[in-house]
């Protein structure tokens, strides 16, 4: 089975970056302008690591498409591993983030880098699994 990547973001500039960063994996990259696309696509790809802003259109925010994902009745879903990745950085937005599941919580702007390193362990760990 292969891994999978969705990445949801407003800005096409930001998806783009997080694209490029994250291409070298070498896994398919599912990408989402709002967030009713990225509950589309988790449903129906069941990524593995989802990178997924906070503020971003559509029918609800980034914490409910964590959430959503988290309490999916798919366990194949459910596991997956999510990156929250906002402009939001105060003391209640982390703890939002974490109260709606997610399994990390990155402030823009962030390093490339770093995310990239994130996104291979938390796969690393999922295929040894």
Known sequence: MTAKLLIADDQ????RLLEL?????????????????????AREQRPDVAVLDIMMPGSCDGLEVCRQIKNDPDPALARCFVILLTAKGQQRDL?????AGADVYMVKPFSPLQLANMVETALEERESS
């Open 95 to 99: 703890e939002r983030g974490r109260d």
């Open 21 to 41: 960063t994250l291409e070298p994996l070498g896994v398919p990259i599912h990408s989402a302008p709002d967030s009713d696309a990225a509950l589309r696509i």
């Open 12 to 15: 096409s500039e930001i998806r």
